[in-house]
T-cell receptor
């Protein structure tokens, strides 16, 4: 069974700092990869996704992620964070083996931006 | 186009009561997924349904939990005889096709169940 690891449980940054959140997964086959964000009291929103093609994926709100297949990683980055980026961030993987229709989520990273 | 609608947003039940959580998928979506988020944990898959069919219930507890997605109306997640350990946020997601078809799932705002 696949698993997803997010090593940073809580990250605190000042505004304008650069951000990188780690995500590693365990599955040797073809995957779809996602980053979701959950603002306080709101639903999960998709930040970006990778299905195939260019491993550097651009998402909304200035976020991007790079899929490195050899490292089983899909780290999320943003060059300059804003106070409004304070939220919880979830990495998710869909392992594309027959009959698998579910997402496996990491435990999430809480990001706090200090003005 | 309304998003995935879940109700109620908050639900309080006493131990032993039944909890019914509702999910209306986005218009045109016939695939529904339920996930549970326990405190300090990520979302865990529970069940995947298409209209009138349960496709994958590998994440559902063996007892007290059931789900349905009737031909008409919302998907229902039903928890009988709730216990304190059922307290969690329950999220529903929908998609126009199965996730194995390179598609994304859209999530609702969740139902926060508290068992007292």
């Amino acid at each position: 069974a696949q698993s997803v690891s997010q090593h940073n449980h809580h990250v605190i940054l000042s505004e304008a700092a650069s951000l990188e959140l780690g995500c590693n997964y365990s599955y040797g086959g073809t995957v779809n990869l996602f980053w979701y964000v959950q603002y306080p009291g709101q639903h999960l929103q998709l930040l970006l996704k990778y299905f195939s093609g260019d491993p550097l994926v651009k998402g909304i709100k200035g976020f991007e992620a790079e899929f490195i297949k050899s490292k089983f990683s899909f780290n999320l980055r943003k060059p300059s964070v804003q106070w409004s980026d304070t939220a919880e961030y979830f990495c998710a993987v869909n392992a594309l083996n027959f009959g698998n229709e579910k997402l496996t989520f990491g435990t999430g990273t809480r990001l706090t931006i200090i003005p | 186009n309304a998003g995935v609608m879940q109700n109620p947003r908050h639900l309080v039940r006493r131990r032993g009561q039944e909890a019914r959580l509702r999910c209306s998928p986005m218009k045109g979506h016939s695939h529904v997924y339920w996930y549970r988020q326990l405190p300090e944990e990520g979302l865990k898959f529970m069940v995947y349904l298409q209209k009138e069919n349960i496709i994958d219930e590998s994440g559902m507890p063996k007892e007290r939990f059931s789900a349905e997605f009737p031909k008409e109306g919302p998907s229902i997640l039903r928890i009988q005889q709730v216990v304190r350990g059922d307290s969690a946020a329950y999220f529903c997601a929908s998609s126009p096709r199965g996730q194995g078809s390179n598609t994304e799932a859209f999530f609702g705002q969740g139902t926060r169940l508290t068992v007292v």
